[in-house]
């Protein structure tokens, strides 16, 4: 029996290491760039743990311009209350502080790290880390929308 539990187990890790392997980008954009992720995923408080690296493609048309950047987290008592969340932006590097234990302000999903000044020559990079941090650090999305 327990041979079996860990062969379904080492499945899971299998299935969900695939479904978070990177996509490589099928149009070709103006502006491509390729960045790196290092994912220590744990699943059911850590009964189920692997460790991911791998690339990610980005192809994007931004036009130089003002953009409100926003980060979406379902927030939750184990969270941290002290994520730091880094915007690099034409005008230079930023941290902000966010408090996963609160709900976000905006539609319940997303809360505002502020707007910054992009262009399409500086790369726009936001940086979530977990050092140092209270509590468990979860995102679900970032959003950059220009600002009119």
Do not use: W
Request: hydrophobic share 45%; glycine share 6%; charged share 25%.
């Amino acid at each position: 029996m327990l041979d079996t539990q860990f062969r379904r187990r080492d499945f899971l890790v299998f299935a969900a290491a695939l479904l978070l392997a990177p996509t490589p980008c099928l149009a070709a954009e103006p502006l491509a760039r390729r960045g790196t992720f290092v994912a220590d995923v744990g699943i059911l408080y850590q009964v189920l743990k692997f460790h991911r690296e791998g690339g990610v493609d980005e192809s994007i048309d931004r036009e130089a311009g003002r953009y409100e950047v926003r980060l979406a987290y379902m927030a939750h008592p184990n969270r941290a209350s002290n994520v730091p969340v880094t915007i690099e932006s034409a005008d230079g590097k930023r941290t902000v502080s966010v408090d996963e234990r609160t709900r976000p302000p905006i539609d319940g999903t997303f809360v505002s790290l502020g707007v910054y000044r992009f262009t399409p020559e500086k790369e726009a990079v936001v940086t979530v880390r977990n050092d140092g941090t209270d509590g468990f650090v979860v995102i679900d999305a970032v959003q950059l929308l220009a600002v009119k």
